[in-house]
């Protein structure tokens, strides 16, 4: 049995076992700057419903009901901030918001803030989780893999610096876009992080995985992960990171 109160203090990571709980952008954000220094950008876009997505409760519907519950307009917040004294583009998704999962909006923020860091000459991080591309969204949502990743190329090629902080679930078109590009990849300890989920993989070649298939202490052994980092360091670890760089 744990505390409310006491978790809350521990950045709502267990006192007794470490284990990371996922948390919303807000209090994300929270956690990440420095106090007063967030100043959100873009906040006034809202997704549409292109295909007419029919489904027991209509995507539209979905849409009002996901608003409602959260209080955000989508599932990712973007904006200005400073880390430690340093000034940062930042990006935050909201697993609470249908798991993260990225449709046109949270592809044309991404892209806006990796556009906003090159014009500000800013630092780009990105705190991902994400059950994946949005399947409301068909291909409008698909294509958000190519888009972001452009932009991507366009922030290395004027010299800037893009560091991801992979939470859990970190998977899918999000894990093979925007996450994965990094020039710094940290994660949070034991962070599900992959293409598709283990069960599929596992059922779709017939084999049996290895213990601690796509947590981040695999996903570091194998190369995919830099660096494994508890969440009461993430801001510490980030300003050393753009120190590092020079940015």
């Known amino acids: 049995m744990l505390y409310e109160k006491e978790v809350a203090e521990a950045l709502f990571v267990c006192p007794e076992c470490s284990h990371h709980r996922r948390i919303d952008a807000r209090t ?8 007063g220094s967030f100043e959100e950008l873009y906040a006034d876009l809202r997704p549409q419903d292109p295909l007419k997505f029919k489904d027991r409760i209509p995507y539209k519907d ?9 209080g955000e307009l989508e599932a990712i917040v973007v904006g ?3 880390v430690r004294g340093r000034a940062v583009m930042l990006g935050v998704m909201n697993p609470s918001f249908i798991m993260a999962s990225m449709g046109a909006v949270v592809g044309e ?3 806006r803030a990796i556009e906003r860091a090159i014009e500000e000459n800013l630092p780009l991080v990105v705190v991902t989780a994400s059950g994946g591309a949005r399947m409301q969204e068909g291909m409008v949502s698909l294509v958000q893999m190519a888009k972001t990743s452009a932009a991507l190329a366009r ?8 560091i991801v902080v992979a939470t859990d679930p970190t998977t899918a ?3 093979a876009s925007f996450a994965g590009l990094g020039d710094f990849i940290i994660a949070e300890p034991k962070a599900m ?3 598709a989920g283990p069960r599929v993989i596992a059922n779709t070649i017939n084999a049996e995985l290895p213990d601690g298939f796509q947590t981040a202490e695999f996903m570091m052994e194998h190369g995919f992960v830099d660096l494994i980092v508890s969440r009461s360091n993430l801001r510490r670890e980030i300003a050393r990171l753009i120190d590092f760089c020079g940015k």
């Open 193 to 195: 992080i992959g293409f």
């Open 173 to 175: 078109g999000v894990a």
């Open 62 to 70: 979905r849409i009002k009901r996901e608003q409602s519950k959260t």
């Open 28 to 35: 994300r954000i929270e956690q990440l700057v420095d106090p």
């Open 155 to 162: 922030l290395d090629d004027a010299g800037g610096l893009y």
């Open 80 to 82: 200005r901030g400073f």
């Open 109 to 111: 923020k991404v892209t």
